[in-house]
């Protein structure tokens, strides 16, 4: 870690601090490809869980189930573009096929029983935890009787296994903003398409069991020390966004009346992703009101508790849950309109003191932060530096 944070000193040192240009800084694919395997790490597997679909059953799964799932979310980590969203749609998937079981498949291909198997299956040709095909060309017996090939296949993209068909997840167009169940669908091409969200609060409950998280309180707010962090960056990729509205008093879009504006606004495309301001634990995820879906990071900067706030996300847009711990520039979801919103943007908040405190203006704040602006050759470096911490 040291080295990682010397780098990122070495690599500010020699790039400008000021505004100018503020959205100039880490591409979002090329960072998320270097966080994305630290952003969610598979901790002990329990030897069982219970959780209840969307109808109501309860479904308790063993700890073999559970080791396949903690590869299908270690798989995904490692994926860039796949994030949390994209996790849960995988587990959606493999519960619903095979109750993540390595299903082998003896009376349509014999050889498939060789191997390290969960059980038998009995559709068509379909093997596996995800019930790929081999007629179908998702890869070969033995290829398919292995739960890492098979996460692969699923999330699919430029470095999956099989690009560019069958299609995986990331080859399907603007899935992110499909229901997950019908992404799910989209993937595996099922005869029965309405069957995937009903695992969908199982899948939830998996990735939250699985997963390190930092403690927290009932109410959802972080405990212990939230670490000093090593950067802050702006949250909106360079040349995706523009101002559209300040902080402070305004016409209101909707009453025509004198109020009060907490954030600053920067309209933005649906769907452009949005990154953490800083290192730090989230403390809040998910609806809000007139905020529509808010996410907001508790921080320590200069020795003192920050919290910043993002809001008006689609749900399918929230790629964090409390208790995750972010590093600055980790993609933590999506523009969107959601809530008192008249079109796509960014609503953000800087909150000295920390979650419930009140908001102050952010661009003097960000500007006397010295937000870092970096160019795609000092993010490739960035991820060598981390790659090799």
């Known amino acids: ?32 490809a270097c966080l994305s395997s630290s952003s969610l790490v598979v901790g002990p597997i329990p030897e069982s869980l219970t959780a209840t679909t969307h109808a109501g059953e309860t479904v308790t799964l063993n700890h073999e189930q559970l080791t396949h799932a903690a590869t299908i979310i270690t798989v995904g980590a490692q994926t860039e573009g796949v994030g949390r969203a994209g996790i849960v749609i995988a587990l959606m998937a493999a519960l619903t096929e095979s109750r993540l079981r390595m299903l082998a498949n003896s009376a349509a291909i014999p050889e498939s029983s060789d191997f390290p198997n969960d059980g038998e299956g009995s559709d068509h040709d379909s ?32 470095s999956g ?38 695992y969908q609060p199982v899948a939830e409950a998996i990735l939250a069991a699985l997963t390190r998280r930092a403690e927290t309180t009932p109410g ?15 949250p909106l990729p360079s040349g995706t966004w523009v101002n559209s509205s300040d902080f402070g008093w305004r016409e209101d879009p909707f009453t025509g009346e004198r109020a009060f504006h907490s954030g600053t606004d920067w309209a933005a495309d649906d769907g452009t992703p949005i990154l953490a301001l800083a290192d730090g634990v989230v403390s809040f995820a998910g609806p809000s009101g007139g905020y529509g879906n808010l996410i907001i990071i508790e921080h320590t900067i200069n020795g003192q508790r ?83 911490a």
């Open 220 to 234: 959802g707010t972080p405990i212990g020390n939230v670490p000093e962090t090593t950067a802050i960056v702006f």
């Open 306 to 388: 920050i919290a910043s706030a993002y809001a008006h996300m689609w749900q399918s847009g929230v790629l964090v849950s409390v208790g995750d711990r972010v590093v600055a520039g980790q993609h933590i979801g999506n523009v969107g309109s959601a809530g008192r919103s008249t079109g796509a943007h960014l609503h953000f908040e800087i909150r000295p003191g920390g979650s419930n405190a009140a908001a102050v203006d952010a661009e003097p704040w960000l500007a006397a932060h010295g937000v870092q602006n970096l160019d795609a050759a000092s993010t490739a470096a960035l991820c060598s530096a981390q790659m090799a």
């Open 1 to 32: 870690m040291k080295k990682f944070v010397v780098a990122i000193a070495t690599l500010v040192a020699m790039l400008p601090m000021s505004l100018v240009g503020v959205g100039l800084l880490v591409s979002p694919a090329v960072f998320a």
């Open 161 to 198: 296994p099989n690009y560019p068909s069958p299609r995986g997840l990331l080859d399907i167009p603007d899935w992110q903003h499909l229901d997950p169940g019908e992404a799910a669908q989209a993937v595996e091409v099922s005869a029965y398409p309405d069957r995937y969200q009903n």
């Open 127 to 158: 093997l596996g935890i995800f019930q790929m095909r081999p007629s179908a060309g998702w890869g070969t017996v033995a290829e398919l009787m292995n739960a890492t090939y098979q996460s692969r296949a699923f999330y699919g993209g430029s």
